[in-house]
C-alpha cells in the first residue's frame, strides 16, 4: 500500500468515526461537485477540528477569507451560539450562489453572511463598518495574499482571538527554498510574520490524509 493510500485509509477511518457527514455537509459537497468547484473543502476531519477551535474559542463573531462551497463554512458556523455572526468573503460570484444555497439547506442563512469580491476590497470595507472583533478568523483563499489576510486580521481581531491559516506546508513545498512560486511566497511571509510580530504567537502542523501532505497554521493574537 502506498502511503497515500494509506493516509486515505486512516482518514476513512478517523471520519467515520469522529467526523461523519450528514444531510446539509453531504449535500454541500454533493452540490459543490455538480455545480463544478474544484474539490478542495477541507477534509471532514479537519472540518470539525476548526469546529473544535471555534467552541474552544466560545466564537461569537467569525471571519472566513475563501468560502468555496461553503463546506467549511458550515462546520465553522454550527459552532456559533444563536446570537453569532459569521462573515466569509468569495471572489467568485458562482462558488458564492452555491455556498449560499449550501448555507440555507444547513439553516445557517440567518447567521452567516457570504460578501462577494476580492477579498482585499472586501477587507477594508469591512474595517470601515467598525464590525466586533472577531474571535476567529479562517484565512482559506489565494495563498499569494496570505501575509494581507493575515494583517487585515489583526486589524479585525483584540486579544485572544485565533487566526488560522489553511494550506501551509502544501507537499512540502514550503520549505523547498528553491520554490519562489506566488503561493509558496505568500505563505512564506505569513508565516514570518507570525513568527516576529509582537501581537502574534503561533505555530504550524503538518497533516496528511484526504488532502494529501499539507498543513494548518494557528497563532493567537495578543495584548
Ligand atoms: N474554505 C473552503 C475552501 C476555500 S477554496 C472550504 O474549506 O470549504 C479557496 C476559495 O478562495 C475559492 O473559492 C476561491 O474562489 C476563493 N478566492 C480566491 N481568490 C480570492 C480572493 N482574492 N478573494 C476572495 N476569495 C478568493
Ligand atoms: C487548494 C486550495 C485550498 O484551499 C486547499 O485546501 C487545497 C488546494 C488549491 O488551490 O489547489
Ligand atoms: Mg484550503
Known sequence: MSDEQLWHEVDDYLTARLAPGDEALDAALRDSA?????????????????????????????LEIGTLGGY??????????????LITLE????????????LARAGLDKQVEVRVGPALESLPRLADENPPPFDLVFIDADKANNAR???????????????VLDNVVRG???ADQDNHDPDVEGTRAALEMIAEHPRLSGTAVQTVGVKGHDGFALARVLA
Open 34 to 62: 455538480a455545480a463544478g468547484l474544484p474539490s478542495i473543502a477541507v477534509a471532514p476531519n479537519q472540518g470539525k477540528l476548526l469546529q473544535l477551535l471555534a467552541q474552544v474559542q466560545g466564537a461569537r463573531h467569525i
Open 72 to 85: 467549511s463554512t458550515i462546520w465553522l458556523g454550527r459552532a456559533l451560539p444563536p446570537d453569532g455572526r
Open 91 to 102: 471572489y467568485e460570484h458562482r462558488h458564492a450562489e452555491v455556498a449560499t444555497r449550501n
Open 149 to 163: 489576510y493575515l494583517e487585515w486580521a489583526l486589524r479585525l481581531t483584540s486579544t485572544g482571538s485565533l487566526i
Open 172 to 174: 512540502g513545498r514550503i
